[in-house]
């Protein structure tokens, strides 16, 4: 099992920024790959950023050029660095881990955190 802890969400104005955090503990030498996923109010969870354990990287179209995802293998920790946010990046934000590079079938989920972005 795989434990996934996340910090960091709160409200900000549009256009600044926030850094999530995502610790992981227990069966960490399973998890391949990690990411963030966020869920809108009234929408369907969707990926934002994913990363590989070598750092190959996959961004959301609305997240490219804005967020930045990065990972500390040696401190089990992923983090996004969200910039230039918008109200609509409002949501809960979830972190993930997978032993395998499947972005639509991830096996551990952390609690979420909540991002609120005013206009």
């Known amino acids: 099992q795989v434990q996934l802890v996340e910090s960091g969400g709160g409200l900000v104005q549009a256009g600044g920024s926030l850094r999530l955090s995502c610790a992981a503990s227990g069966n960490i030498f399973s998890i391949n790959v990690m990411g963030w996923y966020r869920q809108a109010p009234g929408k369907q969870r969707e990926l934002v950023a994913g990363i590989t354990r070598g750092g190959s990287t996959n961004y959301a179209d609305s997240a490219k050029g804005r967020f930045t995802i990065s990972r500390d293998n040696a401190k089990n920790t992923v983090l996004l660095q969200l910039n230039s946010l918008k109200p609509e990046d409002t949501g809960v934000y979830y972190c993930?881990?997978?032993?395998?590079?499947?972005?639509?079938?991830?096996?551990?989920w952390g609690q979420g955190t909540q991002v609120t972005v005013s206009s």
């Open positions: 993930a881990a997978n032993p395998f590079t499947n972005w639509a079938s991830m096996r551990y």
